[in-house]
């Protein structure tokens, strides 16, 4: 859990974060997440990140922090997580006492203790149902955004429901990690926004409306317990007087919806129409704003959290920057210098030869193995070191652009 603090100039003045693991070692996770004996279930205690919350204010409180000079509050949360608030739960989150930190009062809150969470892939029959429900797989992507993914929400709640109905039965309302971590600065339930929501397979991401057809193929009363979703923008109320009373906020500092982390980094790098963004992780991830989007089997297309008549595409590569290691290691001595120099001894195109590269199964497209094409579309077992290297890095370039102009993104000429 990270919290940053900008002045009006956007500069930065005060910066802090409580590792999961390492801070909060009672609650055993690893990575922050409990991987189930299953190796398909991942989860998350919610009472560790309320814990994680108390934990960052407390640390902000005794630097000697100046809370009252906070005009407005908003975040972002892993997307895909849900929460899962129990019948009487708001009563006690209006009601917090600020003589406890918050975790002590909200205990018994929750109906799930464990939130799945993006890692969580248990829920293929619940996928394929809802696919099958709704018409199919590029009827649910052109409705929602998305085809069906084992970690979106909609498909979570359906195999809570057909598991613990009695555990769905006590919930009275569920949120993203984005709209529970506003909902306990708010003090009442926060609304899901349009961008987060984008990635529940359960948002009709044109009418911005929750589709009747997907939320009867996951669960009966999901509407209620979803409430109205909001943009992404939306200021949705004053802070709770628990922090005023606790910490010295200003009864005035607003709380602005939060959004999902990716959204999120779309409206903080200040992405314009045109523009396209990668990230170069573990994975690389692919976003950009686009006015006319075609949701398609592969990728995601969500809500733009900045301009709600707006998209934003999304696209993630799971042979991403270890692909890259490892053919630094195998090419160039495992040396970012020696790979940069053999880059930049081949020309652009690289004479024609071709390499497209995943050591594990992609995500986009779905593709495994070493696939390698001489100047005449030849198939073949090798290259030179330095050829090896350009191969990798344009067709890794490659394959993002043709994936991105799929989705609809129109290349600048």
């Known amino acids: 859990l ?4 900008i002045d009006e100039q956007l500069r930065v003045i005060y910066e802090d974060n409580v590792h999961f693991d390492k801070d909060l070692p009672e609650f055993k996770t690893q990575g922050g997440v409990y991987i189930h004996s299953d ?49 009487g739960g708001i009563q006690i989150l209006k009601n917090a006492s600020s003589e406890l930190p918050l975790h002590q009062s909200l205990k018994g809150c929750f ?17 394929r149902a809802l696919e099958k429900a709704v018409g199919g797989a590029q009827h649910l992507a052109s409705v929602t955004g998305s085809r069906a993914y084992e970690r979106f929400t909609g498909n979570q709640i359906a195999k809570i429901y057909s ?13 993203l990690v984005s709209s529970f971590a506003a909902s306990l600065f708010l003090g009442t339930y926060a609304p899901i926004d349009y961008s987060d929501g984008s990635g529940m397979n359960l948002l009709q991401i044109w009418e911005k409306a929750w589709s009747k057809s997907c939320l009867d193929a ?45 959204p999120a980094s779309l409206a903080g790098m200040r992405l314009q129409e045109g523009v396209l963004a990668i990230s170069l992780g573990t994975s690389d991830t692919l976003f950009l704003w686009i006015q006319e989007p075609t949701p398609a089997l592969e990728g995601h297309i969500l809500c733009n959290p900045v301009d709600s008549r707006t998209y934003m595409a999304l696209l993630c590569f799971k042979n991403g920057s270890l692909m890259r290691e490892r053919i630094r290691d195998d090419c160039a001595s ?31 497209p779905e593709a495994v193995g070493i696939h390698r094409f ?40």
């Open 163 to 175: 598991q613990n109905p009695e555990v769905y039965k006590q919930t009275e309302r569920i949120s």
């Open 374 to 413: 001489s100047r005449d579309n030849q198939k073949v077992s090798s290259f030179p070191k330095e050829v090896e290297i350009r191969a990798l890095i344009e067709g890794q370039f490659m394959a993002k652009r043709i994936h991105a102009e799929k989705l609809g993104y129109k290349v600048c000429k």
């Open 2 to 5: 990270k919290v940053i603090a």
């Open 39 to 87: 190796r398909l279930t991942v989860t998350s205690p919610v009472l560790m990140w309320v814990k994680a919350l108390d934990m960052i204010l407390e640390k902000m409180k005794s630097s000697g922090f100046n809370f009252s000079q906070v005009r407005a509050l908003s975040g972002a949360g892993q997307q895909h997580g849900s929460v899962y608030w129990k019948k």
């Open 111 to 127: 109906s799930v203790s464990n939130s799945p969470i993006w890692m969580d892939s248990s829920t293929a029959s619940q996928c």
């Open 218 to 262: 996951c669960a009966p009363g999901l509407e209620e317990r979803l409430g109205c979703p909001v943009p992404s923008h939306s200021v949705l109320g004053p802070i709770s007087p628990y922090y005023s009373q606790r910490y010295g906020f200003s009864p005035d500092c607003k709380i602005v919806a939060f959004t999902g982390d990716n």
């Open 334 to 364: 495992g040396s970012w210098d020696e790979f940069s120099k053999a880059l930049s001894s081949t020309v652009a195109g690289n004479n024609g030869n071709l390499g497209f590269y995943f050591d594990v199964m992609e995500i986009t």
